[in-house]
């Protein structure tokens, strides 16, 4: 099995400020996908990003970024010029490759943007 | 393009009671996962159905039961609630060749009391 850790319950940020949430995760395979999901309060996680663990460059989508650290299995999330929008809770999540089905999700962090 | 939808949104039941959700996955999906997400807690993996079959299993009892449709649709069924069950049910629907890319429908609210 695999464990996913977010250690920020909680955070905030002004608006239009850089904010960066933390993850690390545990897995022995080499092969698998990290993702980062935004759930906001009408429920429905989105996804925001995803990285695979073979390439080397983090993966970005518009103003949201990764820092893929493989050796220290860590996967944090950096969100820029940060909008009202995007309050919601974030989950970090893993996948295996070739052998898992299965999501592994951490237990979120809730974040605010404060106007 | 219909994305994932589920049904009912809320759903109130008495401890000892069966219910069913409903899950219709992502036009052109044919992969469902369901998982439970329990309140300030991340979503945990119940099951997945491909082919109207169980293909993977989570840690969860065996009061926990699905099916999956020919039109990939699928129902999560849960006996004998308990007060623990209160939880967001989660659907998520992919292709089975891209399990990666998986979207997830708006939940059921499952409220045993």
């Known amino acids: 099995a695999q464990t996913v850790t977010q250690s920020q319950p909680e955070m905030s940020v002004q608006e239009a400020e850089t904010v960066t949430l933390s993850c690390t995760y545990d897995t022995s395979e080499n092969n698998y996908y990290l993702f980062w999901y935004k759930q906001p309060p009408s429920r429905q996680m989105i996804l925001v990003i995803r990285?695979?663990?073979?390439?080397?460059q983090n993966a970005t989508e518009n103003r949201f970024s990764v820092n893929f650290q493989k050796a220290a299995k860590s996967f944090s999330l950096k969100i820029s010029d940060s909008q009202l929008g995007d309050t919601a809770m974030y989950f970090c999540?893993?996948?295996?490759?070739?052998?898992?089905?299965?999501?592994?999700f951490g237990t979120g962090t809730s974040l605010t943007v404060i106007p | 393009d219909a994305g994932v939808t589920q049904s009912p949104t809320h759903l109130i039941k008495t401890r000892g009671q069966q219910v069913t959700l409903r899950c219709s996955p992502k036009?052109?999906?044919?992969?469902v996962s369901w998982y439970q997400q329990a309140l300030g807690q991340g979503p945990q993996f119940i099951f997945q159905?491909?082919?109207?079959?169980?293909?993977q299993r989570g840690n969860f009892p065996d009061r926990f039961s699905g099916h999956q449709f020919p039109n990939y649709s699928s129902e999560l069924n849960v006996n004998a609630l308990l007060l623990g069950d209160s939880a967001l049910y989660l659907c998520a629907s992919s292709l089975v060749n891209r399990m990666y890319e998986q979207y997830f429908g708006p939940g059921t609210r499952l409220t045993v009391t």
């Open positions: 036009s052109g999906h044919d992969t």
């Open positions: 999540a893993s996948r295996i490759s070739n052998t898992g089905n299965q999501f592994y």
């Open positions: 159905y491909y082919e109207e079959e169980e293909r």
């Open positions: 990285q695979e663990a073979y390439k080397q």
